[in-house]
T-cell receptor, first 115, second 113 residues
Framework: AQKITQTQPGMFVQEKEAVTLDCTYDTSDQSYGLFWYKQPSSGEMIFLIYQGSYDEQNATEGRYSLNFQKARKSANLVISASQLGDSAMYFCAMTALSNDYKLSFGAGTTVTVRA | DSGVTQTPKHLITATGQRVTLRCSPRSGDLSVYWYQQSLDQGLQFLIQYYNGEERAKGNILERFSAQQFPDLHSELNLSSLELGDSALYFC????????????FGSGTRLTVV
């Protein structure tokens, strides 16, 4: 079974600064996928970034980058140059073959960006 | 717009009632997944359909059922509703069953009173 751990329930960050959201995972699968989603107060789930377990390069999407450390089983999300609109809940999730590729989610981290 | 359409967006109903939540996947996506997000349980996988067939089952109660129709839209039926069923219900779709390319709908917020 897969397990995702997000140890930071909430974080504050100053506008224009970078913030790192922690995510560790546990799986015995060799092939798996790691995701980050953003959920603003309006409720929708917005896909941010994806990292495959065999990808050698860390994934980047605009201001989002995923710091993938396979040996440590961590997949931290870095948001650079934070904006007020980044205030939201952020979820780390993973899929794996042994779990029929369904998403397993962490508990989430609430990010509040201060002006 | 993610391309995944969920209706209705909000639903308020009484205990003991039955409701149907509807999901139209993104064009070309064969897999549909249902998730429940509640305050105490977080995001939980309920059930997956792939091209009309049930593919995987998660923590779905017996009072809940789902199906995927030939046009690939899916419905989640919740019956004998209890207060604890109040939650945000998400539908997601992907091209295949491998999970990459998951796209979520905007969710249906169910309130049971």
């Amino acid at each position: 079974a897969q397990k995702i751990t997000q140890t930071q329930p909430g974080m504050f960050v100053q506008e224009k600064e970078a913030v790192t959201l922690d995510c560790t995972y546990d799986t015995s699968d060799q092939s798996y996928g790691l995701f980050w989603y953003k959920q603003p107060s309006s409720g929708e789930m917005i896909f941010l970034i994806y990292q495959g377990s065999y990808d050698e390069q860390n994934a980047t999407e605009g201001r989002y980058s995923l710091n993938f450390q396979k040996a440590r089983k961590s997949a931290n999300l870095v948001i650079s140059a934070s904006q007020l609109g980044d205030s939201a809940m952020y979820f780390c999730a993973m899929t794996a073959l042994s779990n029929d590729y369904k998403l397993s989610f962490g508990a989430g981290t609430t990010v509040t960006v201060r002006a | 717009d993610s391309g995944v359409t969920q209706t209705p967006k909000h639903l308020i109903t009484a205990t003991g009632q039955r409701v149907t939540l509807r999901c139209s996947p993104r064009s070309g996506d064969l897999s549909v997944y249902w998730y429940q997000q509640s305050l105490d349980q977080g995001l939980q996988f309920l059930i997956q359909y792939y091209n009309g067939e049930e593919r995987a089952k998660g923590n779905i109660l017996e009072r809940f059922s789902a199906q995927q129709f030939p046009d690939l839209h899916s419905e989640l039926n919740l019956s004998s509703l209890e207060l604890g069923d109040s939650a945000l219900y998400f539908c997601a779709s992907s091209v295949g069953g491998t999970g990459n390319g998951y796209t979520f709908g905007s969710g249906t917020r169910l309130t049971v009173v």
